[in-house]
């Protein structure tokens, strides 16, 4: 039973980590490609003090890239990698819950304002970034389970 | 009798665990602040530092008290129809690809555009302006003069037609 039970684990391991990787890459690249417009976004959201915008839309995309290589590429670093991608989600979640109470007209900028933003409403990003959560804290646990 | 620790064996296992997990946490923020450097450094197109966005459409048309509209509800306004579209860009720009069933109206020549769509912009008419992107003025500067010639209902559609084609939206 148990090497069974373990395959399962680092079956579920590696996809949730590879969806999660992949949606960070899908969202990191545009960023990182048209920072300008991505500072634009983060200004848009109206949350930042204005001298911090443009160093956050610098370096954010970087983190989530880096974060989901390492996911990918480097396994002992994956619960690290985990960790910092689920407190990026939940700041990002909130900053959108902010902005959506407040009724800002703005697009989330998450994917760099590619196509991948309208194929869901905006207002369903939220709901998208707890399910990603969901799936991250899944492949925490499995990477725990498998110890 | 089993020896009794202060702190319990589990934990005590654990706890290089959270060490290793902390050291990639705070790796992985190190070798990206490394490499947004780098690239910041090395681009040779890039935004500065630091910027004032005070200065920007966006925050000029907040503090003018336009109503601003993002991507998704432009789409709905321009699906359901009723609301008067209104291409702030020049118009060749118009031309080349516009948002379904915008009319133009170049900020550049304002006053004769109004003179010649006098009829179409009773003050109730719901307006939806927009020009090439969230950087460029003249969707705003078109929404200024409009209200100061009585329209009350108008939007600013603060993406622009960049966004509108970027997403994949129908264009004439």
Known sequence: MRPRSSTLWLVLEWSASLLVAAVFLLASVPKIMNPAAFASAVYQMNLLPGVLVNPVAIYLPWIEFVAACALV???PARRGALALMGFLLAA???????????????????????????ILPSWTAPIRNLVLLGILCIALEASRQRE | MPP???IPLSRVESTPRYWSAAASFAGILVLALFLGTLAQLLRPVTIPWIEDHSQSPLAKARAAGIDLVSLDQAKEMVLVGGVLVLDARSLPDFDAGHLPGAVSFPNATRGESYYELAALLQPQQPLLVYCSGKTCDDALQLALFLREQGSLKIHLFVDGFQAWRQAGLPTE
């Not at chain 1, 990002?92 to 309208?118: P, Q």
């Open chain 1, 73 to 75: 590429i480097a396994p």
């Open chain 1, 92 to 118: 990002f979640t909130l900053a959108l819950m902010v902005n959506f109470v407040r009724g800002t007209a703005m697009s989330c900028g998450c994917f760099g304002g590619t196509f991948l933003e309208t």
């Open chain 2, 4 to 6: 009794q620790f202060a």
